[in-house]
């Protein structure tokens, strides 16, 4: 039921989602909870920490269930990320979709990745996973984290070794990264676990460059590394909301349903290694 409702013609905004996902879950005894909580960004202790929200969900059940944070892309957050909250609590986690734009009074940093850049955004990630950390119906040592294009870069930044230091916070348990930016330098030190999932078609964050990237970790840390690409897969395949097709600046975004399909089994399959 909930799946027409996301998928009518029409655009959704973040706050009508919101609403369907709340008397449409609950309603339906989907979800023992789903709503907007507030915490800091790490170093959750520093007085400087930024106070940020996310979209929290919780599966039927008695818990404490494995969490995964939910970063958006350069446009903030959208339908697909509802979308993947839906479907991570079917699977018996507990979601948070990070808002990490709305607080800071952007809208979209596509034109300008660094307006509110990835390694800002693995901060916001931490600071999740902490308010996570202290709730009773999360096993505190079981979360992970999947991010889409700008929210994927953010991925990638969080699984690098020195970032649970510099967030005084625990590593994350495994991540998964939906066609990220890739860049030249950097990044290239992954501790966490990580999955990522391109495709072969995509003109915007292109498969060469993580091709590339993940090519260059270093011995230590080129096993904690897997890279899937895809064939015929645009930017945002696994986004229904862009089917048909559309452009931006350029690029190519646009639903795949075979790609599409075949990711999630993959992700379904990498979060059970590390998370059940």
Known sequence: MLGFFLRRTYPLTSRLVTTLLIVLLLCSNQLAL???????????RSADSKTIRGFVSIPEGSGPFPAIIIAHGCFGVE?????????????GYVTVV????SPRKVKSVCSDPELVSAETRAF?????AAYLR??????PQKIGLIGFSHGGWTVLCAAQKKFPANAQEDPLQAAVAYYPWCPRFGLKETSTPLLVLMGKEDNWTPLDRCERLLAEQGEEFENYVRLIAYNNAHHGFDDFSKKPGTEFEG???????ESAANSILDTRAFFDLYLE
């Open 124 to 128: 916001d990630v931490f600071g999740a």
């Open 34 to 44: 789903a709503d907007w909580e507030s915490f800091k960004s790490a170093p959750v």
């Open 251 to 257: 690029h190519t975004i646009a639903f795949d349903r």
């Open 79 to 91: 339908q697909n990320q509802f979308e993947w909250a839906q479907r991570l609590n079917a699977w």
């Open 98 to 101: 990070i808002d990490s734009f």
């Open 134 to 139: 202290n709730q009773a119906f999360v096993n």
